[in-house]
C-alpha cells in the first residue's frame, strides 16, 4: 500500500471507531512503526494517547493484539470503551467464572477478538499458555511498563516474567512485535524497562511531559478541611481525588466532608476488599464526587474528568506527584492540583525514611524528598524542576502554575531571620520549631515557664508577626541550610556555617508572600483556564450530562464510557441537529452516531427552541 493510502486507512479508521479528525503529537508516528513490526518503547504523559498506539494498529492487520494490563480495574475501563466504539475485545482474568473464560479463549483462538486483554500473571500461567500456543498473535502490547522496574513507582515483581516472553514457548514469538508504554520513567527507570524487555532495536518515543491543561498550585497547610471545602464549595461540579498519607486521615477527611455535605467516600489498602472496591465504583461511576485516598488509589482508574487532585499531604517524591496529579485532567481539559504544604509534614516524612535500613535506600528516599521541598519553595515557574525530574529540560514561564499566574511578592526579612536564629542559640539548640517560635511570640505556655524560657532576651520579640509567619521562615531557611535539623523525630533546630552571615548582617533573606497564601482560605473558583470551544449552553450542558448518566447506568458503564466531558461540551457549543454535525463532534464515531446520536440531538433540539 502507498503512503498515501495507508494515510487515508489510518485517518478513516480514527474517526470510524475513535471519532478523532487527527492525530495527538507523535501519535501517527508511533502507530506507522506499530503497524510496520518494530519493537517500540512509548513514553508519553498520561492524557497524552497512548493507548490509542496499539489499539488502532490492531485494527489495521490480522492476527490479535495481546495487551498485559496490571489492574483488573484498567482492563475493564479499556475493554468497555473499545466495545462503546464497535471494537472487538475482550479480558481474561480472575472476575470471569470458568465456563466464561473458557468460552473466551475458544472465541480468542477463532479470531474473534482484535485486541485480548491479560494480567502478567495469567499471561504467564498453564492456561494462559495454552491460549497463547493456539492465539495468532499479531504483536504484545505491555501497558504500565514501568512495573518492570524495581527503581519506578509501582514495581510489580510479576512484570519481571514478561522479559522472558520471547524465550519461551519453542521460539513461537521471536519473531512477534512488542510495544511498551508508560507515562511516568526516569531516566534510570527507561534504561531498566529496556534492559528487563530485551526489545530489539526498538523505536523509543519519548512525549513531553508538560500538562499544559493542568493547573498547579501550592498552598501553606492552615485549617486544611476549611481551606478543602471553600473550594468544593466555589466549583460544585468538580469531581476529584484527595491524597493523604494515612489510612486514618483518609477515613476522617472523608466523613468531615460528609458531614459538610460533600458526597465522599475513602480508599485505602485497610479497607475491606468490597468496600473499596464499591467505592472505586462509586467514584469512577460519578456516585460520588470525591475519593479521599492512600496512593493504593489511582493506577486502574483512567476516568477522563477528574477535575482536581488534592494533595492533603506532602508526597514522597516527585514522580510520584507527578503520577498522582497526571490523574486529573485525563481529557485534556483544565483541571486543578493543588499541594497543602507544611513543614510538619516534611519531618513525618524524614522520620519514616529514618525508619529504613538500608542505606542506600535511606540516602536515595532523602534525595526525592529534597527534589520536593525544593519543588514547595520554588518562587519561579515550577515546571523546570517538576520535569527537570524526568530529564526534560524547561525554560519556564508556563503559564499554567501559581507562580507564573500570580508571581510572588518577596519580603525582606533579613530582622526576622536573626531574631529567629538568636531564639535557637538561646535557647541551647536543642528544641524544635515549635517551641522556638513560643518563645519568639512569647507564649505563656507552661512548658516555656518551666525551662525559664520566659526570661531570655529573645522572649517576645516575634509577637509581631504570627505563628504561620514564623513556620514559614524556618521551613525556607531549613530548606537552604541556613538551620540544621536532627534526623529524629523531635526535629530539634540548630545553627550551621551559613547562620553566620545572616547574623552578621551581611546576607539578606527574602521571602515570598504570595497571593495564594493571602487567599488560601476563601472561596475561589478554580484556577484553571476554561477550554478553547468557546462559550457553552450551561442548562444544555447538564442536559447533556444527565442524559449520559442515565444511558450510562442502563448499561452498567461509567458515564465517560458513553461520551466525555469534551464531546458534551462540543454539542453544548455547536449544537450538532444532524447526522453531519453530531460526528464533526470530537469523540463521535459511526458507531455511537447510531446508538446515541438521535437520543442526544433529540435533547438538544428540544432545548433550543425554548432558548431561540
Not at 468460552?103 to 491460549?131: F, H, K, N
Not at 524542576?385 to 511578592?409: I, R
Amino acid at each position: 500500500m502507498s503512503q498515501t493510502g495507508q494515510d487515508d486507512r489510518l485517518a478513516a479508521t480514527l474517526k470510524q471507531y475513535f471519532g478523532h479528525d487527527t492525530f495527538r503529537p507523535m501519535q501517527r508516528e508511533i502507530i506507522e512503526a506499530v503497524c510496520d513490526g518494530r519493537d517500540s518503547f512509548v513514553i508519553m504523559p498520561t492524557g497524552g494517547g497512548k493507548s490509542l498506539c496499539y489499539q488502532l494498529p490492531a485494527l489495521m492487520g490480522e492476527g490479535t493484539t495481546v495487551v498485559i494490563s496490571p489492574l483488573i480495574a484498567l482492563m475493564q475501563d479499556q475493554v468497555a470503551q473499545l466495545q462503546q466504539n464497535g471494537i472487538r475485545a475482550t479480558l481474561i482474568n480472575s472476575t470471569l467464572g470458568r465456563d466464561e473464560a473458557f468460552d473466551r479463549e475458544r472465541r480468542a483462538i477463532q479470531g474473534e477478538y482484535d485486541l485480548i486483554y491479560l494480567a502478567p500473571e495469567r499471561l504467564m500461567s498453564t492456561s494462559g499458555s495454552r491460549l497463547l500456543r493456539q492465539l495468532d498473535v499479531a504483536r504484545f502490547a505491555i501497558d504500565e511498563c514501568h512495573c518492570i522496574s524495581e527503581w519506578g513507582h509501582d514495581f510489580r515483581p510479576e512484570y519481571r516474567m514478561l522479559g522472558q516472553l520471547r524465550d519461551q514457548f519453542a521460539g513461537r514469538f521471536s519473531d512477534t512485535p512488542i510495544v511498551a508504554l508508560t507515562a511516568t520513567a526516569t531516566p534510570r527507570v527507561r534504561e531498566d524497562i529496556l534492559a528487563q524487555l530485551h526489545l530489539r532495536d526498538p523505536a523509543v518515543y519519548l512525549g513531553d511531559f508538560e500538562r499544559s491543561n493542568l493547573n498547579y498550585e501550592l498552598r501553606p497547610k492552615k485549617d486544611m478541611l476549611r481551606q478543602v471545602g471553600a473550594y468544593l464549595k466555589a466549583n460544585p461540579l468538580h469531581e476529584g481525588i484527595i491524597y493523604c498519607q494515612s489510612r486514618r486521615k483518609c477515613e476522617e477527611m472523608a466523613e468531615k466532608l460528609q458531614a459538610s455535605g460533600v458526597s465522599a467516600v475513602p480508599y485505602h489498602a485497610g479497607l475491606d476488599a468490597s468496600v473499596r472496591e464499591q467505592n472505586q465504583h462509586d467514584f469512577i461511576y460519578g456516585d460520588k464526587r470525591v475519593v479521599c485516598a492512600t496512593i493504593a488509589f489511582g493506577m486502574g482508574v483512567d476516568k477522563p474528568d477528574v477535575r482536581f487532585v488534592i494533595h492533603a499531604d506532602m508526597p514522597r517524591s516527585l514522580e510520584g506527584y507527578y503520577q498522582e496529579t497526571g490523574r486529573a485532567g485525563r481529557d485534556g481539559l483544565p483541571a486543578d492540583c493543588i499541594f497543602f504544604y507544611s513543614g510538619g509534614d516534611r519531618g513525618k516524612v524524614e522520620h519514616f525514611i529514618e525508619q529504613k535500613e538500608d542505606e542506600e535506600e535511606r540516602k536515595h528516599a532523602y534525595w526525592q524528598l529534597q527534589q520536593v521541598v525544593s519543588f514547595a519553595h520554588a518562587t519561579g515557574c515550577r515546571m523546570p524542576l517538576l520535569l527537570g525530574y524526568f530529564g526534560q529540560e524547561h525554560t519556564g514561564s508556563c503559564g499554567h502554575c501559581d507562580n507564573c499566574s500570580a508571581p510572588p511578592k518577596l519580603l525582606d526579612v533579613t530582622v526576622h531571620a536573626q531574631k529567629l536564629l538568636s531564639a535557637i542559640i538561646r535557647t541551647g539548640q536543642r528544641f524544635g520549631v515549635g517551641h522556638v517560635i513560643k518563645v519568639l511570640r512569647g507564649s505563656k505556655e507552661q512548658r516555656v515557664l518551666d525551662y525559664g524560657h520566659d526570661q531570655l532576651s529573645v522572649y517576645g520579640i516575634g509577637a509581631d508577626q504570627p505563628d504561620g509567619h514564623w513556620r514559614q521562615l524556618a521551613e525556607q531557611l531549613i530548606h537552604d541550610g541556613t538551620i540544621g535539623t536532627s534526623a529524629d523525630q523531635f526535629r530539634t533546630l540548630h545553627l550551621t556555617p551559613e547562620s553566620k552571615d545572616i547574623l552578621k548582617g551581611d546576607r539578606e533573606i527574602t521571602m515570598p508572600i504570595s497571593t495564594i497564601a493571602a487567599q488560601s482560605g476563601s472561596s475561589r473558583r478554580s484556577t484553571a483556564q476554561d477550554d478553547d470551544l468557546g462559550p457553552i449552553d450551561s442548562e444544555l450542558f447538564e442536559k447533556l450530562r444527565a442524559l449520559r448518566k442515565q444511558l450510562a447506568d442502563e448499561q452498567g458503564v461509567p458515564p465517560y464510557v458513553v461520551f466525555g466531558d469534551k464531546s458534551l461540551r462540543q454539542m453544548a457549543a455547536s449544537l450538532p441537529m444532524d447526522d453531519e454535525g453530531f460526528l464533526a463532534v470530537s469523540g463521535v464515531g459511526q458507531t455511537k452516531l447510531d446508538k446515541y446520536g438521535p437520543a442526544f440531538m433529540g435533547v438538544i433540539r428540544e432545548h433550543e427552541p425554548a432558548n431561540s
